[in-house]
Structures are given as C-alpha cells and as structure tokens.
C-alpha cells in the first residue's frame, strides 16, 4: 500500500477565504462611510436585505460585516430584533479617542525611525494631502474624510509594527465615523489639507530633528484637537 505523502492530500485553496474575508471588510467599511456621513443615521435599524440590494453583494459578506461592526460596537443589539447603529455618546468618544491618542504615538515614533533609515518613504503622506485638496476642490465630503483616514493609514503602515497597527486598524471605522464631517461647508474642507501639511512639515522636521515620545504624543494630540475646533466652530 502506498504511503500518501502531502501532495497527495487535497487541501482547500487558500486564496478562498481571505477573498470572501476582504468582501466582507469592504462591506463593513461601507457600512462605516455611510454611518458618518449620516446616510445611516444612529439608532437607525440595519436591514440586511436593503444593503444587498444597495451594494450588490449576497448575504453572506453583508452578515459577515454586520458581525464585525457589532462585536467593534459601531453596531448594536442583533439575533432576531436585528442590529441598529450605535449612538456613541461623549464618554464613548474620548475613550476612543484616548486609545487612537496612545496607539499612533507608537506608530509615529516607529514610523519616524524607518523614513529616517530609509526603510520607508516619506512622500507617501503627500500623496494623501493632495486627496485632501481635489476632494476640496470638489467639496466631496466623503473623500475629504477618507483621505484624511489615509493620511493617518500611511503613518500606520510605515511603522511596521505588526501588533500596534492592528490594534489601530480595529479603531480605524470608530475614528471614521467620530470624525464625521457631514455638516462642513465646502470651504471647511479647505482647512483639512491645511492641517495635514503643517502636521507632515513638523514630521520631517522631526525626522531630522529627533524628539522625545512626550513631543510625539503632544504633537498628535494638538492635531486632533485642531480637527475637534474646526468642527465645534461650525455645528454651532
């Protein structure tokens, strides 16, 4: 009797499951961008049938995402009452907003010392200011907020620190939708490339010039807080 060897052995392909995996993380980002543009609005009921139709995809992806954006929180409630998007209310945000503080410290400080080696490139952030300008030239909100996440993305990806990042990756639609800039007029979205340069421009110096993690920190705090002042001016 021949001995099977692994060859032998029929296994799944692999590529399968993370194709139905990446649809289904698509899926849940649209979700997301919806969500903080206010197309869906908060405690509104999510209708499966209605996003298979909307983003024709079948159940399976739209149920995989459901579960994801609960077990984030972005959603809540599930089994037979269905899912309803979550209000989150000021407690919520600043924890979020304290854990997205803490996690892009340590990404900017691993970032910082791979595009001073060399090992990544810093022009990758000018690519996602220059998103910010077009989408201001067209007063395109949502692009507006996705370049801005990009920005952000880019420093993430640059660091290299596998664990760091997907702990940022799992805040990254929490940010999308607290970050929300639905009732901007167009010429608020001027001020958000703006922001980003002067925020890319101390980066480089920095990147000559080394600092202390504290700096780091203060830095990124100062640019959130710039981004929060630029929204309570105009929601009053």
């Known amino acids: 009797m021949a001995v099977k060897t692994m060859d032998d052995i029929a296994t799944p392909d692999p590529l399968r499951q993370p194709k139905r995996i990446s649809l289904a993380d698509s899926v849940a980002d649209s979700i997301a961008e919806a969500i903080s543009t206010r197309h869906i609005l908060p405690g509104e009921r999510i209708v499966e049938s209605s996003l298979t139709s909307r ?51 340590i990404l900017l400080r691993d970032a910082i010392a791979n595009w001073r080696s060399g090992a990544a490139d810093i022009s990758e952030l000018d690519r996602a200011i220059e998103d910010m300008r077009r989408s201001a030239r067209a007063g395109d909100v949502r692009a507006s907020l996705l370049a801005d996440l990009q920005f952000h993305r880019t420093i993430r ?59 780091l920190q203060a830095l990124l705090e100062d640019h959130m807080l710039q981004i929060a002042r630029t929204k309570r001016k105009h929601l009053r």
Do not use: C, M
């Open 157 to 215: 990806e640059a660091a290299g620190n596998a664990i760091v990042g997907t702990l940022w990756d799992a805040i990254a639609r929490h940010v999308l939708i607290i970050f929300n800039f639905d009732r901007f007029r167009d010429d608020d979205l001027d001020a958000i490339p703006t922001q980003h340069e002067e925020l890319r421009d101390r980066i480089l110096d920095i990147v000559a010039h080394p600092v202390t993690e504290a700096d």
């Open 55 to 105: 983003l024709g995809v079948s159940r399976v992806p739209i149920r995989e995402a459901l579960r994801v954006l609960h077990a984030q929180g972005i959603l809540s409630g599930g089994g037979f009452k269905g899912y309803r998007v979550t209000d989150f209310g000021p407690e919520v945000t600043q924890q979020i907003l304290e854990v997205r503080l803490s996690l892009e410290t």
